[in-house]
T-cell receptor, first 115, second 113 residues
Framework: DTAVSQTPKYLVTQMGNDKSIKCEQNLGHDTMYWYKQDSKKFLKIMFSYNNKELIINETVPNRFSPKSPDKAHLNLHINSLELGDSAVYFC??????????????FGPGTRLTVL | AQTVTQSQPEMSVQEAETVTLSCTYDTSESDYYLFWYKQPPSRQMILVIRQEAYKQQNATENRFSVNFQKAAKSFSLKISDSQLGDAAMYFCAYRRTGNQFYFGTGTSLTVIP
């Protein structure tokens, strides 16, 4: 019944490694997002896809590459991990048409720790 | 540029009392949406309440209500009859027409038994 799910929930890895975080939503939404929440709890948007098309691409190192195989999935691949990449990464989704407010629904977050 | 400011990094309230969390935002738009999200220690982001800028009436959800002052660009959250489960980080967020959301830096709320 989980609306927005992320795997894994925890990820501990060494500097220089490549890792992926997966996100899936079963709400039928057409737009998905990736956010980074740092140690001070600041939420920063990274990417957004609408119907598999990239629509928001904030200033993020090109080591981060999102991929949306379909509108229910948005994965985040990170190359050459650095210490500063340690954070909680949230996936979110929303429906851009109809309804009121079209708020975002968030996944449970993935805590990434780079050693 | 749109910015959202939460000037209270930390707040505390006695159980059963009322607390108000402040939020101001900067925009030149007339049509937009405002949200309050709650992030408890479990880190799950949960929508508390939303407000459409074109609506004059303040939104209310059970013990949660907002004071939306459009001219002042202010959007405060009032929590009545505070409960221990209300302890969390609260984020104010803004979205104009389009897909991008802007979040404030959050207010950490402690509920004192």
């Amino acid at each position: 019944d989980t609306a927005v799910s992320q795997t894994p929930k925890y990820l501990v890895t060494q500097m220089g490694n490549d890792k992926s975080i997966k996100c899936e939503q079963n709400l039928g939404h057409d737009t998905m997002y990736w956010y980074k929440q740092d140690s001070k709890k600041f939420l920063k948007i990274m990417f957004s896809y609408n119907n598999k098309e990239l629509i928001i691409n904030e200033t993020v190192p090109n080591r981060f590459s999102p991929k949306s195989p379909d509108k229910a999935h948005l994965n985040l691949h990170i190359n050459s991990l650095e210490l500063g990449d340690s954070a909680v990464y949230f996936c979110a989704s929303r429906q851009t048409s109809g309804g009121s407010g079209n708020e975002q629904f968030f996944g449970p977050g993935t805590r990434l720790t780079v050693l | 540029a749109q910015t959202v400011t939460q000037s209270q990094p930390e707040m505390s309230v006695q159980e059963a009392e009322t607390v108000t969390l402040s939020c101001t935002y900067d925009t030149s738009e007339s049509d937009y949406y405002l949200f309050w999200y709650k992030q408890p220690p479990s880190r799950q982001m949960i929508l508390v309440i939303r407000q459409e800028a074109y609506k004059q009436q303040n939104a209310t959800e059970n013990r949660f209500s907002v004071n939306f002052q459009k001219a002042a660009k202010s959007f405060s959250l009032k929590i009545s009859d505070s409960q221990l489960g209300d302890a969390a980080m609260y984020f104010c967020a803004y979205r104009r027409t389009g897909n991008q959301f802007y979040f404030g830096t959050g207010t950490s709320l402690t509920v004192i038994p």
